[in-house]
């Protein structure tokens, strides 16, 4: 049986092993509050370049062939190092990683805005993947400390789910109304801005916590997995210019082997990365499942959307902003009413039930990404959005309730690995797949989200299996 975290056990002060580790008072509202707004600027350094795309593309004179690279930055970093971050945060400090990850998210947003070639914007992006992998995986163990269980737990990880469509929302509509004022790169000074704020606001707020284990930190396995999905992701970026070429081959086998090597080193750690045995829940494996193909149905898909629009549709970079915003905006709020569904939907069921609504907003969007009228793209943007939110709500609430108390954090990394892998082996596979035609990427998207449901539904229906059979 695993021990209870420490730090939940006596939510009045901050903790280790029994011990105080500082002065400051639990506040589950400020904490709530804090990590919700690290969140939404998280997300809205990942949705920006999404307006800024084409005019970034042209400033740095960067072939069609590579400006994957200019989208997928950031999530390579968030990848490669969420499970990292997670297993960090929980031995040596949740509120200690946030707000290293919101001090260098900060600056390394502010250093992107003055990139001047794709090489180095590339290289800032992907800093700040890895500055907000930190973010994301501490800011949800910051919340199960505050949160322990219950209604008030599924409140907050909604209102948290929220925060995440609210960053998706706001990032391009702020990167579409800063580029008509003035320089792309102004979208990214502001970011830098908030998210310095959000970082001080931070250290006067937060309470540590923290459920350390045995042993040294697990730096093998961090190697091992960081090196497997950096081969992956840019076997899946390089692919676009050809899938048959010896260089995505090596890749592709590198990955394979290096995951291998990955899965044979956290099976001999004292203090893994990723414990293998949560694997053996259901809970766990819904949870892993749902982000996986969130991230390649739907994260994938909305990510180059906004290119299509303008390029397809002829739209300025604000009309796609305002557009994009109804789809995430419809997730944001329906993301907080979805606490409504808690004792009658699942977690898993609700996963299933948001890709179905993803994948008929998708659907109706068929047709209408190239030339056809403003009005004609409404309705699918709000079922598709009204999706998204279901998955926004459901994903971080069953992401710390399949692990036990002291391993929230590394749960949290673990669903976020798995979403932004899929986020990027989406953008690559939509982005290849628009050259055929905007339609032909919405029916693979479609045919994603479908697929996504169903194993959703038949991991939790096997699980349901097991529980029957104990």
């Not at 989208?71 to 946030?98: E, K």
């Not at 989200?449 to 299996?465: K, M, S």
């Amino acid at each position: 049986m695993p021990q209870p975290d420490a730090a939940a056990a006596t939510p009045a002060t901050s903790v280790r092993d029994g011990r105080a580790l500082g002065p400051k008072a639990h506040r589950p509202g400020a904490t709530l509050a804090v990590t919700s707004a690290a969140t939404a600027l998280t997300l809205m350094n990942y949705t920006a370049p999404m307006l800024t795309l084409p005019s970034m593309a042209r400033a740095f004179g960067t072939p069609a062939s590579a400006q994957a690279w200019l989208l997928n930055g950031t999530p390579l970093g968030l990848a490669v190092l969420l499970l990292v971050a997670g297993s960090l945060a929980d031995d040596h400090g949740r509120r200690r990683v946030f707000l290293l990850g919101t001090l260098a998210l900060g600056l390394t947003t502010a250093l992107g805005g003055f990139a001047g070639s794709t090489l180095t914007f590339t290289l800032a992006r992907v800093a700040q993947g890895a500055a907000s992998a930190a973010v994301l995986a501490a800011s949800l163990g910051l919340l199960a400390h505050a949160y322990p269980a219950g209604a008030d737990r599924i409140r907050a990880t909604g209102v948290w789910g929220a925060f995440v469509s609210a960053g998706i929302a706001l990032g391009p509509l702020l990167a579409g109304g800063l580029s008509s004022l003035a320089d792309w790169r102004l979208t990214y000074e502001a970011l830098a801005a908030g998210t310095l704020v959000v970082a001080a606001l931070g250290t006067r707020t937060l309470a540590e916590s923290r459920a350390p284990r045995p042993g040294r930190p697990d730096i093998a396995g961090a190697l091992t997995l960081g090196l497997a999905l950096a081969a992956a992701l840019t076997a899946l970026t390089l692919g676009r210019d050809g899938w048959l070429r010896p260089s995505v081959g090596l890749l592709a086998v590198a990955a394979v082997v290096l995951t291998a090597v990955f899965v044979a080193v956290e099976r001999r750690s004292r203090a893994p990365m990723i414990d293998l045995s949560l694997f053996r829940r259901p809970a766990f494996r819904a949870a892993t499942a749902g982000a996986l193909f969130t991230g390649l149905a739907v994260i994938g898909f909305f990510s180059v959307l906004p290119a299509l629009l303008q390029r397809g549709a002829g739209l300025s970079p604000l009309t796609t902003a305002w557009l994009f915003l109804l789809w995430s905006g419809t997730a944001f709020v329906v993301a907080l009413q979805t606490r409504r569904l808690a004792g009658r939907v699942s977690p898993a069921y609700q996963l299933a039930l948001g890709f179905a609504l993803s994948t008929a907003g998708v659907l109706g969007l068929f047709g209408a990404l190239e030339g056809a009228s403003v009005v004609r793209l409404l309705p699918g943007l709000v079922v598709a959005g009204a999706g998204s939110g279901l998955l926004n709500a459901a994903l971080p609430r069953l992401a710390v309730d399949s692990v036990p108390q002291e391993r929230a954090a590394m749960g949290s990394g673990a669903n976020n690995t798995a979403r932004y892998i899929g986020s990027s082996a989406g953008v690559a596979l939509a982005l290849a797949l628009s050259t055929a035609g905007a339609d032909v990427a919405l029916v693979v998207s479609a045919v994603l989200g479908l697929a996504g449901a169903a194993v959703t539904l038949g991991v939790a229906r096997g699980g349901r299996g097991q529980e029957v059979r104990r």
